[in-house]
């Protein structure tokens, strides 16, 4: 019965919560700023007003063009199920799931880039082109972490790479935890196209990346790009979260808690970085995201020496 509870509480949280995370970072960049902001809650506004909308979808598309939404939203929704949260098991988990979650992130961009293609559009073609390049140079940081985490737990799971026993976080294991944590707050910026890499509130499709890919979408299907965006967040968030607090307090309810607030800071945290940095030149973020690599590459090593 209390693991239904629990399993009840996960499907909620990655279910209601994401967009609140959003609300969460543009209220501390208003905040910043010296400005009021939207409400935190202004996107589940902004979905509920999306839903009822109707869609302009130009004759030159094609149904890949409303694939890529639909696409993009359940991949981050399974992927979100596969991540432990408040060192709870996940929803979905097995030997070798964090293969999965890569390539389910991995499969909802393939079909966003394939939908921004679909429209003809130069300025999307050229934010697709972004997208990939960005997102290869990120994922060797991704992966080389799992590896890093698996040889600390000895498990190829999700679930037992982040649940860590306490034994085992000190020494090597904790530097190469605290690295691993570095390389992949540079991941979550870059996945999620965050400042320093993309500006979500830009309007210049000549510097834009993931904004310019979706500017054709409108109504329902823009809707589930937003609510894809905030579960992607999520997601990664919640990996980011788990590195950083890799030992239960032992109490299950009290875990959650943390883990709420633990992602309530981690928002508060990208607003931060994202009101005193300035947007990156297009030349210098494969240099950030290579660092990022190398990061986790030597939460390797001092695991092998």
């Not at 707050?185 to 965050?194: G, I, P, Y």
């Not at 579960?231 to 590195?243: F, P, S």
């Amino acid at each position: 019965m209390t693991l239904s509870i629990h399993s009840l509480i996960q499907v909620l949280l990655v279910l209601l919560l994401p967009p609140l995370l959003l609300g969460v970072i543009n209220k501390t960049k208003a905040a910043f700023a010296g400005r009021n902001g939207p409400p935190v809650l202004q996107l589940y506004y902004d979905l509920g007003k999306l839903l009822r909308k109707g869609m302009v979808i130009s004759t030159t598309t094609t149904a890949v063009f409303l694939m890529g939404p639909v696409v993009s939203l359940v991949t981050a929704l399974v992927a979100a199920m596969l991540v432990p949260l408040g060192h709870h098991p996940a929803l979905i988990a097995f030997p070798g799931d964090m293969i999965l979650f890569a390539y389910l992130l991995a499969l909802g961009r393939f079909f966003t880039v394939s939908a921004a293609l679909d429209t003809g559009s130069p300025f999307e073609g050229m934010g697709a082109a972004r997208e990939v390049t960005f997102a290869f140079l990120a994922e060797p940081a991704l992966f080389l972490g799992f590896v890093a985490l698996a040889r600390i737990s000895g498990s190829l799971s999700l679930s037992g790479m982040l649940a860590a026993d306490p034994q085992f976080v000190h020494g090597a294991a904790l530097g190469s935890m605290v690295l691993i944590l570095a390389g992949w707050f540079v991941v979550l910026l870059a996945e999620n196209c965050r400042i320093p890499f993309d500006d979500p509130n830009t309007h210049l499709e000549l510097t834009m990346i993931h904004e310019v890919m979706v500017l054709d979408h409108s109504g329902p299907a823009f809707g589930m790009i937003l609510y894809g965006a905030a579960v992607k967040l999520w997601a990664l968030g919640a990996l980011v979260v788990a590195v950083a607090l890799p030992v239960g307090s032992g109490s299950q309810w009290l875990d959650w808690l943390v883990f709420l607030a633990a992602m309530l800071a981690l928002a508060i945290l990208i607003g931060i970085v994202e009101s005193i940095m300035a947007r990156l030149r297009l030349v210098s973020i494969p240099r950030l995201l290579v660092s990022a690599s190398l990061l986790t590459a030597f939460a390797v090593v001092f695991l092998l020496g």
